[in-house]
C-alpha cells in the first residue's frame, strides 16, 4: 500500500500501534497534543504534524485513537481537525472507543466532504497494542475496509479483524458489548475470589480447578493471576474502563435495553476511582469487592 497514513493520538495504545505502521514500511504523519510521542515517533521514521488538519493534508488514510468521544469530535470536526482538509475518497478510521451514535454522526459528516469513515475499536489492551495482537471489531463500509485492511493486520491479529456490519457505529457497539462481558467476568472473579479468601480457602488453587472447568475465561487467567498477585500496574486504566461502561449504560439507555449487571459493574468502578485507583488497572475492582469483604489488600 503506497498511500501516506495519518495517524493522531499516540497514547498507550496509539504509539506502538503507530511504530507498528513504520515497521512494515509505511509513512506515516503523526500529532498528538503532547509532543514526546511524537518526537519519538519521528525519531523512528515518522513525519510530525500540527494538527488534525495538518495530518489530514498529507495523507489519504487518517487514523484516530483519543481517550474519549469529546476528543473523537475536536479531532475530526473541531478548529483545524480532520474536516478542514481532509481530501475526496480519504478514510478515516476511528480505533477510538466511543459512542456509537456519535460515531453516526460524525461518519455523515465525513461522507458529506466526500470521505468514509470505519470505526474499528480494539481490544488487547496494551500488551495486545505492543505485541501487534489486537481484536479489530470494524464498522461501516466493506469496501473501505478492503482498501484499509493491510494497514489493520500491522497493528492487529488479521484472523481476528472481524467486519461486525455495515453500519457506521457497529464496530462501537461491539466494543460495548465486549466490554459488558468482560465486566460480568471480572466481577465474578473477584467475589469467588473474595469467597475464597474469606472461607480460608487458598484462591490460587480455586483458579487452578476452574481453569480446568466451564467457567475457564480469559479474565480468569490473566485478571485472576493479576489479583492473585496484587499487580494492578495498569494495562487498561481503570478510569478508561469506567468510561467505557459509561458509553454501554448510555447505548442501552438509548435503545431501550436493560443491562442491570453492568450497572452494578460500573458503581464498583466508580467506587475504585472515588478511592484513588483511577489509574490502576481496571482489574483492580478486585480491590473493592475485598474490601466489602473486609479483606487487607494491596492495591499497588
Given at each position: 500500500?503506497?498511500?501516506?497514513?495519518?495517524?493522531?493520538?499516540?497514547?498507550?495504545?496509539?504509539?506502538?500501534?503507530?511504530?507498528?505502521?513504520?515497521?512494515?514500511?509505511?509513512?506515516?504523519?503523526?500529532?498528538?497534543?503532547?509532543?514526546?510521542?511524537?518526537?519519538?515517533?519521528?525519531?523512528?521514521?515518522?513525519?510530525?504534524?500540527?494538527?488534525?488538519?495538518?495530518?489530514?493534508?498529507?495523507?489519504?488514510?487518517?487514523?484516530?485513537?483519543?481517550?474519549?468521544?469529546?476528543?473523537?469530535?475536536?479531532?475530526?470536526?473541531?478548529?483545524?481537525?480532520?474536516?478542514?482538509?481532509?481530501?475526496?475518497?480519504?478514510?478515516?478510521?476511528?480505533?477510538?472507543?466511543?459512542?456509537?451514535?456519535?460515531?453516526?454522526?460524525?461518519?455523515?459528516?465525513?461522507?458529506?466532504?466526500?470521505?468514509?469513515?470505519?470505526?474499528?475499536?480494539?481490544?488487547?489492551?496494551?500488551?495486545?497494542?505492543?505485541?501487534?495482537?489486537?481484536?479489530?471489531?470494524?464498522?461501516?463500509?466493506?469496501?473501505?475496509?478492503?482498501?484499509?485492511?493491510?494497514?489493520?493486520?500491522?497493528?492487529?491479529?488479521?484472523?481476528?479483524?472481524?467486519?461486525?456490519?455495515?453500519?457506521?457505529?457497529?464496530?462501537?457497539?461491539?466494543?460495548?458489548?465486549?466490554?459488558?462481558?468482560?465486566?460480568?467476568?471480572?466481577?465474578?472473579?473477584?467475589?469467588?475470589?473474595?469467597?475464597?479468601?474469606?472461607?480460608?480457602?487458598?484462591?490460587?488453587?480455586?483458579?487452578?480447578?476452574?481453569?480446568?472447568?466451564?467457567?475457564?475465561?480469559?479474565?480468569?487467567?490473566?485478571?485472576?493471576?493479576?489479583?492473585?498477585?496484587?499487580?494492578?500496574?495498569?494495562?487498561?486504566?481503570?478510569?478508561?474502563?469506567?468510561?467505557?461502561?459509561?458509553?454501554?449504560?448510555?447505548?442501552a439507555a438509548a435503545i431501550g435495553v436493560a443491562i442491570p449487571a453492568t450497572a452494578v459493574v460500573s458503581q464498583l468502578l466508580n467506587a475504585l476511582v472515588a478511592a484513588g485507583g483511577a489509574d490502576l488497572d481496571y482489574s483492580a475492582l478486585s480491590t473493592v469487592l475485598f474490601d466489602l469483604a473486609g479483606l487487607d489488600t494491596p492495591k499497588d
Open positions: 500500500m503506497s498511500e501516506n497514513v495519518g495517524f493522531i493520538g499516540l497514547g498507550v495504545m496509539g504509539r506502538p500501534m503507530a511504530k507498528h505502521l513504520l515497521a512494515k514500511g509505511h509513512s506515516v504523519v503523526v500529532f498528538n497534543r503532547s509532543t514526546p510521542a511524537v518526537t519519538e515517533l519521528v525519531a523512528a521514521g515518522a513525519i510530525a504534524a500540527s494538527s488534525p488538519a495538518d495530518v489530514a493534508s498529507q495523507a489519504s488514510i487518517i487514523i484516530t485513537m483519543v481517550p474519549d468521544t469529546p476528543d473523537v469530535e475536536a479531532v475530526i470536526a473541531g478548529p483545524a481537525g480532520i474536516l478542514e482538509t481532509m481530501a475526496t475518497g480519504a478514510v478515516v478510521i476511528d480505533m477510538s472507543s466511543i459512542s456509537p451514535v456519535a460515531t453516526r454522526r460524525l461518519a455523515a459528516l465525513v461522507a458529506a466532504r466526500g470521505g468514509t469513515m470505519l470505526d474499528a475499536p480494539v481490544s488487547g489492551g496494551e500488551v495486545g497494542a505492543i505485541n501487534a495482537t489486537l481484536s479489530i471489531m470494524v464498522g461501516g463500509d466493506s469496501d473501505a475496509l478492503a482498501r484499509v485492511r493491510p494497514l489493520l493486520e500491522c497493528m492487529g491479529n488479521p484472523e481476528r479483524i472481524v467486519h461486525v456490519g455495515p453500519e457506521p457505529g457497529a464496530g462501537q457497539t461491539c466494543k460495548i458489548c465486549n466490554q459488558i462481558a468482560i465486566g460480568g467476568a471480572l466481577a465474578g472473579v473477584s467475589e469467588a475470589f473474595a469467597l475464597a479468601r474469606k472461607a480460608g480457602v487458598d484462591p490460587a488453587r480455586v483458579r487452578e480447578a476452574l481453569l480446568g472447568g466451564f467457567a475457564a475465561s480469559r479474565v480468569l487467567e490473566v485478571h485472576g493471576e493479576r489479583m492473585l498477585k496484587h499487580n494492578y500496574v495498569p494495562g487498561f486504566r481503570a478510569r478508561l474502563y469506567q468510561k467505557d461502561l459509561r458509553l454501554a449504560n448510555e447505548a
